[in-house]
């Protein structure tokens, strides 16, 4: 079996005390946690010690329940929605060596666990593991991976869906990845009353609709499978990659403007200009959608979860609805809260944005609907592609994950995009390999690295004058060194945030930092971001 082969590799590495990090890859529902749970026992009984990462407050009670099932008394918690007292009671606990198993969001990383022969990385590509706001803007995968290497521990990155980053290092043998190729579920043997778990093939269906004509936000086949699934008491959940600003423009045809330079959407700002977040270059609104024989008008999209909630509810009069979103769910408690009720089958349909693809194990849920697939392709950024692969085969992971059969609805404008596509059946290498070549073209990460400066400043002339002075003086300094390149300045899609006018500049080559160290001095107000998740 996969899972024990992939335990196999992972407890050689935990002896070999090398720092080996390990790529696990697993379809949704494949067991990843399993072989969490027997690499974590074989740490133990070596007489070393773990930590887990999780990428979110909200997925931490789920998983400290299932570890200290298998681990009781010695599973210690350790994230930023403790209170400070709580706070410093674990750490003190940690650091004397109570806990075998410290679990907690990406802080946890710095925890302070003797005798660490473990770090396991759930939903590993997540992009909340990487802390943007306050400093230090520190990725706690990359911290892991050197922490690893520097005390011999092994390091586990779990996910379903890679980022480009760990995918390319795994081909080039930097990770060592481990597959789990197959979905696990719980079967009873009709002879002997045994329920054993036994690797199926069925993923989920995927439909894909086209959206083309559909003036209504739900199409009329997803109205139809939520139907069915509320006449059989069954669960669903209908997904929405944003909470719904306007930030792109969109034909009926599902083209969206983009830069002529740098091949991404351009974003749509509240000057009415058109702005490039990745070199910065901007226009006004055309009058109607330029793709070659289009024409047709151009407009904002806007649908929410609100939105979504409203549909539901029109079209289902009596179905209990959830809304989980950023909006309705701030605190810990809120979020526990919310999963609770749609685990004890209080609600019927869950709404939701990127929270509700967060690696959740919801055996009812037999419908994964997503809304408009094409939201996160249009985000003026580099990655929009690899986040909208990741995001649907995350959500689609939801559905028929115990007895009953899954399927996924895919609404989009877009169908022949690879993104949605590779998604549709699952193809993580078919996806990577045109993502992978795309990026090498256009000297995208991880090809190259960036580096991101932001400045902020309660003086809108001021900050604009700053931003451009320091542009200058980076492409002044960049002249003597081939290859890197200063883009901007760009308002990011925020342009103002508690009275302070934001301005972004990326540069980008193989040392960007280089650059950076040239400078004199870099004046109050700048933030630097070294390799950006969010460039806009």
């Known amino acids: 079996m996969a899972q024990r082969a992939a335990a196999a590799v992972v407890r050689d590495a935990i002896d070999a005390r090398e720092g080996q990090g390990i790529l696990l890859w ?139 980053e760990s995918w390319l290092a795994a081909a080039e043998g930097r990770l060592e990845r481990v597959d789990l190729p197959r979905r696990i579920r719980a079967v009873e043997d009709p002879q002997t009353g045994e329920v054993r778990l036994w690797p199926v093939s069925d993923l989920p269906e995927v439909e894909l609709v086209d959206m083309h004509g559909v003036n209504r936000l739900f199409s009329p086949r997803l109205v139809e499978a939520l139907g069915e699934v509320l006449d059989r008491d069954e669960q669903a959940i209908l997904f929405l990659n944003r909470r719904g600003f306007a930030g792109y423009l969109l034909c009926a045809r599902g083209h969206s403007p983009t830069c002529s330079s740098c091949d991404v959407s351009m974003s749509l700002h509240d000057d009415g200009r058109l702005i490039c977040h990745q070199c910065g270059r901007s226009r006004r609104l055309p009058p109607a959608c330029q793709e070659a024989g289009c024409g047709l008008p151009l407009r904002p999209l806007r649908a929410g979860t609100q939105q979504v909630e409203s549909e539901v509810r029109r079209n289902f009069p009596t179905a209990r609805v959830l809304r989980w979103d950023r909006d309705t769910a701030r605190t810990r408690e809120q979020h526990e809260a919310i999963l609770g009720a749609f685990q004890r089958r209080e609600a019927d349909v869950l709404v939701g944005t990127q929270m509700i693809a967060k690696g959740l194990d919801l055996p009812l849920v037999t419908l994964v609907g997503v809304v408009l697939a094409d939201y996160s392709l249009r985000e003026g950024d580099f990655r929009s592609r690899e986040r909208t692969f990741q995001l649907l085969v995350q959500v689609a992971g939801r559905a028929g994950r115990a007895e009953r059969n899954g399927r996924v609805i895919v609404q989009t404008l877009r169908p022949e995009e690879d993104a949605i596509a590779f998604a549709a059946v699952h193809d993580v290498d078919g996806f990577f390999e045109r993502e992978l070549a795309w990026r090498l073209e256009r000297g995208y990460p991880p090809f190259k690295r960036m580096v991101r400066l932001l400045f902020q400043h309660t003086n809108a002339a001021y900050a604009v004058e700053e931003a451009r002075r320091m542009v200058t003086e980076l492409r002044t300094l960049a002249v003597d060194r081939p290859g890197i390149e200063v883009t901007g300045p760009t308002p990011p899609q925020v342009a103002r945030v508690r009275g302070r006018n934001r301005w972004s500049i990326l540069v980008r080559g193989d040392d960007p930092s280089a650059l950076l160290r040239d400078l004199d001095e870099l004046p109050p107000g700048w933030v630097v971001d070294v390799d950006p998740l969010v460039v806009n």
Do not use: C, M, N
Not at 36 to 56: C, D, F, K, Q, S
Not at 67 to 89: K, M, N, T
Not at 138 to 163: F, H, K, Q, S, W
């Open 26 to 164: 697993g379809v949704t529902g494949s067991g990843k946690t399993e072989v969490y749970l027997e690499a974590l026992r074989h740490t133990i009984e070596r007489g070393r010690r773990a930590i887990v990462l999780v990428p979110e407050i909200a997925l931490t009670p789920q998983t400290v329940r299932r570890f200290a099932e298998r681990f009781p008394g010695r599973v210690g918690v350790l994230h930023s929605g403790l209170s400070l007292g709580e706070a410093y009671d674990q750490w003190h606990a940690i650091a004397d060596g109570r806990y075998d198993v410290v679990i907690g969001s990406r802080s946890a990383v710095f925890a302070p666990q003797p005798d660490l022969g473990l770090i396991v990385i759930d939903e590993a590509h997540e992009w909340s593991y990487k802390q943007h706001e306050p400093a230090p803007r520190y990725d706690a995968r990359t911290v892991a991976l050197e922490l690893g290497r520097r005390v011999g521990a092994a390091v586990v990155l779990g996910t379903a869906t890679p980022d480009a």
